[in-house]
């Protein structure tokens, strides 16, 4: 997976966060690209219905941070936030949620590679790997 801060020309499913105060800019995005290709994946792996799609932030890169991406079926309620795109599942805790404001997940393929895009307004590239 990829971290971009290029502009994206695409068709997305805007998410609220539901965090007081934020903005539409802060929604997180997921274009259909990205919806199509994880019902994709999950059918092609024989994903259980009970799995939910998680995505979220773990510590590392150059930017203090990675994106996660991932099926899962362990649910915390006191930590996780759960969101519907259409009969897509998604949880993400909330620890992550803050730093996926405004982020958007495409999924592109290309001559520079095929995979899950996250496209961050926020995150300034500090080195080479505009991570």
């Known amino acids: 997976m990829e971290n971009t801060n290029q502009e994206i020309e695409i068709t997305v499913e805007r998410i609220p966060t539901g965090i007081e105060g934020a903005t539409e800019a802060d929604d997180i995005f997921i ?40 099926f899962d079926n362990e649910y915390d309620a006191l930590n996780d936030r759960e969101f519907f795109v259409g009969d897509l599942r998604l949880v993400i805790d909330r620890t992550s949620l803050f730093y996926l404001m405004g982020v958007t997940l495409d999924f592109v393929d290309g001559p520079q590679g095929r995979g899950f895009v996250f496209s ?12």
């Open 31 to 70: 274009s259909t690209r990205a919806l199509e290709m994880i019902s994709e994946i999950r059918r092609q792996n024989s994903v259980p219905e009970e799995y939910f799609l998680r995505m979220g932030v773990q510590g590392g890169g150059c930017s203090g941070f990675n994106y996660a991406l991932g």
């Open 120 to 131: 961050n307004p926020h995150n300034l590239p500090t080195c080479g790997c505009q991570g």
